[in-house]
C-alpha cells in the first residue's frame, strides 16, 4: 500500500515515533476515566474516526491509501470525562481531535499529529427543556436529527435542517463548523440559535459562557468558541433556541430570464423584510440537475427559484403577496406550488449514494458569502475561472444560491471534473489547484472563503490571505487557550503542537 506525502495531506506528519510503554500508559490513564471498554487502539476504529465526508477522505478510501489516523479512540460519557482527559492530553502533550457524527466536508477530524480523537457520540443526553423560554440543553454529541424527533414530538422544533442530517450531524459539531440549514433564512444559523455553551479547554478547565447571547457584559466568548472547530477545545453541552412548529407550510416555485434577475428578486423579498423560511435559486446548471433528480417537468433555461413560506396563514397570506409583487418586478414566471413542495420532500436527496458525487470525480463544493452588490460577479468570475482556466480538464460549474441575509446571501458553488488523473499526486494537485483558483476568485470579487462547511485541513492556507494582519490576533487568542496547540492542531490554518508527541 503507497504512503501519501504529508505534503498532499497539508500537514508534517507526526512529530516523533511513540514508544509502546509511553502510549500503553497513556491508554491506561484514560481508560481509568473512560473505562476500558471506551478506550481503543483498534486499527478499524482509529481509521472510523479519521473519515468524513471531505472529497480528500473519499478519495484516499477510493484508492485504497492510508488516511491519517490518531492512535487511540476515546469515548466520554460527560463534562467531568472530557475535563479529565483534556487534563492527562495536557500532561503528556498529545493531540486531541473532537470528533462528532463526522459529516464534515473539510478534513476536519484528520489526526495529522496523531494523538486521541475524542468520539463524542457517547455524549447524546437532553439535559433540560424549557418550554417557558423556549430553550434547550443538550450534551455537545447528540444527534442533531434525533433532536429534532423528539422536539417535534412535543411541538417543538430546533429549526436546524442541515443537508449533514443525513450524514448523523451532531449539535456540538454544527456549533464548532458555525453550521447551517435549509431554513436558516428566517431561524438562523447554528450560531444564531446558540444562546450558551458548556466547554472544555486546556489544561482541563470547563468554562460556561453568559446564560443569555445578547449582553453589554464586555466580548462574546460565546462567538468565539463557535467556529473555532475543536482548536480552542470541546463543546460539552449547548444550550439552543427553539421554536414553535409552524402551523402550516406553503410553496412557491419561480422562474426568471437570467440568474441576475433571480438574484434581484432574492434581494427584494429580504430588504422589504418578507424573510421565507427558505429562498434557493439555481443557475441553469444546477437546475438541470435538480430538476433530473427530482423528475421535475420544466424548463430550465435561466434560473429557477423555490420559496417555503411557514406559519400561520394570516402571516403567510401577506408574505405570498409580497413574493408575487417581487416576482412581477422581476419578469417572473409563475410556475406554481409543486416544484418547491417536491424540493422539500425531497431536500435530502442529494446527499444519497447515487446522486452525490464521489470519486473517481474530482469535486468540491466552494461555497462563499457576499453583499448584494457583489454577488453577480462574484458568481460570473467563479463559473468562468473553473470552466475557462480548466476547460482542458472539462471542467464544470454549478450554483445555487440558498441562505440569504438582510445584506446579501451565499453561493453553493461547485466545481466538477468527470475523472480524475491515475497518478495519485497529480489527481491531489489538481483538486488543490481547482480549490485555490477557487478561494482566490472569491477573495478578490468580495467573498469569503466559507459560508456553512467550516475550514478544516482543506481551507486552513486561506485563513492568512483572508484575515491579513487580524489572523495574529486569532493565533494570539488560540496560544492563550491553548499554549501547547494540542487541540485538532493543523485546521483553521494553526499549525503544529508546540512540542512533540
Avoid at 67 to 96: C, K, N, Q
Avoid at 432 to 446: C, H, I, K, P, Q
Avoid at 474 to 487: L, T, V
Wanted: charged share 20%; net charge negative; aromatic share 8%.
Amino acid at each position: 500500500m503507497t504512503d501519501v506525502a504529508p505534503s498532499a495531506l497539508g500537514g508534517g506528519g507526526r512529530a516523533s515515533t511513540h514508544r509502546p510503554y509511553v502510549l500503553g500508559q497513556l491508554a491506561r490513564d484514560l481508560a481509568a476515566v473512560v473505562g476500558a471498554d471506551h478506550v481503543t487502539a483498534d486499527p478499524l476504529a482509529l481509521a472510523e474516526q479519521s473519515i468524513d465526508w471531505s472529497w480528500m477522505s473519499q478519495y484516499l478510501q477510493y484508492r485504497e491509501l492510508p488516511l491519517p489516523t490518531a492512535d487511540l479512540v476515546v469515548r466520554p460519557d460527560s463534562t467531568a470525562e472530557v475535563e479529565a482527559i483534556v487534563r492527562i492530553a495536557s500532561e503528556y502533550r498529545v493531540p486531541v481531535v473532537p470528533r462528532g457524527g463526522g459529516s464534515g466536508t473539510q478534513g476536519g477530524t484528520f489526526a495529522l499529529y496523531g494523538g486521541i480523537a475524542l468520539d463524542m457520540t457517547r455524549m447524546n443526553r437532553i439535559i433540560d427543556i424549557d418550554e417557558e423560554s423556549l430553550i434547550v440543553t443538550v450534551q455537545g454529541g447528540i444527534d442533531g436529527s434525533v433532536l429534532e424527533q423528539k422536539l417535534n414530538r412535543s411541538g417543538m422544533t430546533l429549526a436546524h435542517y442541515p443537508g449533514s442530517h443525513f450524514f448523523g450531524a451532531t449539535i456540538g459539531g454544527s456549533l464548532a463548523a458555525r453550521g447551517s440549514g435549509v431554513v436558516s433564512t428566517k431561524y438562523g444559523k447554528a450560531e444564531d440559535l446558540a444562546i450558551q455553551i458548556e466547554a472544555v479547554v486546556p489544561p482541563g478547565r470547563t468554562i460556561r459562557t453568559l446564560p443569555i447571547p445578547n449582553h453589554a457584559a464586555g466580548p462574546d466568548l460565546l462567538q468565539t468558541f463557535i467556529g473555532s472547530e475543536g482548536t480552542l477545545g470541546v463543546i460539552t453541552e449547548a444550550a439552543m433556541r427553539l421554536d414553535p412548529l409552524p402551523e402550516a407550510r406553503r410553496f412557491i416555485s419561480l422562474g426568471f430570464p437570467t440568474i441576475e434577475a433571480g438574484i434581484e428578486a432574492g434581494r427584494q423579498i429580504m430588504i422589504h423584510r418578507i424573510v421565507p423560511a427558505v429562498i434557493r435559486l439555481y443557475d441553469e446548471a444546477d437546475s438541470v440537475k435538480l430538476t433530473s433528480m427530482l423528475d421535475l417537468d420544466l424548463d430550465t433555461s435561466g434560473a429557477l427559484m423555490v420559496i417555503v413560506l411557514d406559519g400561520d396563514e394570516a402571516s403567510m397570506d401577506l408574505e405570498q403577496q409580497g413574493i408575487r409583487w417581487v416576482g412581477d418586478q422581476n419578469d417572473a414566471v409563475d410556475l406554481g406550488s409543486g416544484p418547491a413542495e417536491r424540493w422539500w420532500d425531497g431536500k435530502y436527496e442529494p446527499f444519497k449514494e447515487g446522486n452525490a458525487p464521489a470519486p473517481p470525480q474530482i469535486f468540491g463544493t466552494t461555497d462563499t458569502c457576499a453583499r448584494f452588490k457583489d454577488l453577480p460577479g462574484l458568481y460570473a468570475a467563479k463559473k468562468r475561472t473553473i470552466e475557462e482556466d480548466f476547460s482542458e480538464y472539462g471542467a464544470r460549474y454549478t450554483a445555487h444560491f440558498s441562505h440569504w441575509y438582510p445584506w446579501g446571501a451565499m453561493i453553493y458553488d461547485r466545481f466538477y471534473i468527470d475523472e480524475a488523473p491515475e497518478d495519485v499526486e497529480e489527481a491531489l494537485a489538481l483538486h488543490d489547484r481547482l480549490w485555490d483558483a477557487a478561494v482566490a476568485t472569491s477573495l478578490a470579487n468580495g467573498g469569503i472563503i466559507n459560508d456553512h462547511h467550516g475550514v478544516g485541513l482543506k481551507l486552513g492556507r486561506f485563513m492568512r490571505p483572508q484575515y491579513g494582519e487580524a489572523f495574529a490576533l486569532m493565533q494570539a487568542i488560540k496560544n492563550a487557550w491553548d499554549p501547547d496547540g494540542i487541540m485538532n492542531p493543523g485546521k483553521l490554518g494553526f499549525g503544529a503542537p508546540r512540542s512533540g508527541w
